[in-house]
């Protein structure tokens, strides 16, 4: 399963198709648990959604963290993302000794 960490401009390179001088990189976690830069548009190819889409959920993941380094609970940021951009956002329940994380859509996530 491959979820998104964040898009930001400290790479310049898919690492998907192999394109330089991109503007921003999607890093993404894939299957083996390594974190890969992708282009905006591999990236949302491989998590099965539009490029808005992708934008959208990124920015959902940037506001979960902020909140969360600010110090709110999971339950508050679940409320606050659901007003803020309307789409499903739901805590998965951690196993032992594992911190919460916080599911937004199908591949954005946020370990508490
Ligand atoms: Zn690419």
Do not use: Y
Not at 20 to 37: F, H, N, S
Not at 79 to 106: H, M, Y
């Amino acid at each position: 399963m491959k979820t998104l960490i964040e898009i930001n401009d400290e790479h310049d390179t898919c690492e998907c198709c192999g394109k330089t001088g991109l503007k921003r990189v999607a890093w993404i976690r894939i299957e083996d648990g390594t974190v890969v830069p992708f282009g905006v548009c591999c990236a949302a190819s491989v998590l099965g959604v539009s490029k808005a889409g992708l934008s959208t959920k990124a920015r959902a993941v940037a506001l979960a963290k902020k909140w969360r380094d600010a110090g709110h609970p999971a339950g508050v940021i679940v409320k606050g993302l659901w007003n803020q951009f309307g789409f499903p956002v739901a805590v998965d329940e951690s196993a032992p000794g594992r911190p919460e994380t916080i599911r937004i859509g199908s591949f954005g996530r946020v370990e508490m």
